[in-house]
């Protein structure tokens, strides 16, 4: 499976951004799906994922209640819909898919598939 992630872009703070990341060469069907991002000079950390079949849906808390992840079963493309955007946000973010356990969902090293990143950047 391929992923391809978009969307990215410079935004002002309090803006928004949805990014999108489509699968190609097969199906999210029994993945699940999820957005990371890493910022300049600090580690990649976990930011939304999701069962494609359903289920549970976990945010860090940096982003809950700001950030919303969805999906589109007929384009196989999950989304990250991200609203109140700061300037702590600015990361180049990924999209991955893969099978963890439930307590392993924000663990990068879970997945197996991964976009090649998109540069989110929020400033004035």
């Known amino acids: 499976v391929q992923l391809q992630a978009s969307g990215g872009g410079l935004v002002e703070p309090g803006g928004s951004l949805r990014l999108s990341c489509a699968a190609s060469?097969?199906?999210?069907?029994?993945?699940?799906v999820a957005w990371f991002r890493q910022a300049p000079g600090k580690e990649r950390e976990f930011v939304a994922a999701?069962?494609?079949?359903?289920?549970?849906?976990y945010y860090a808390d940096s982003v809950k209640g700001r950030f919303t992840i969805s999906k589109d079963n007929a384009k196989n493309t999950v989304y990250l819909q991200m609203n109140s955007l700061k300037p702590e946000d600015t990361a180049v973010y990924y999209c991955?898919?893969?099978?963890?356990?439930?307590?392993?969902?924000?663990?990068?090293?879970?997945?197996?598939?991964w976009g090649q990143g998109t540069l989110v950047t929020v400033s004035s």
């Open positions: 991955a898919a893969g099978r963890p356990i439930t307590s392993a969902t924000t663990a990068s090293r879970m997945y197996y598939y």
């Open positions: 060469g097969g199906t999210f069907s029994g993945y699940t």
């Open positions: 999701r069962r494609w079949s359903g289920g549970s849906i």
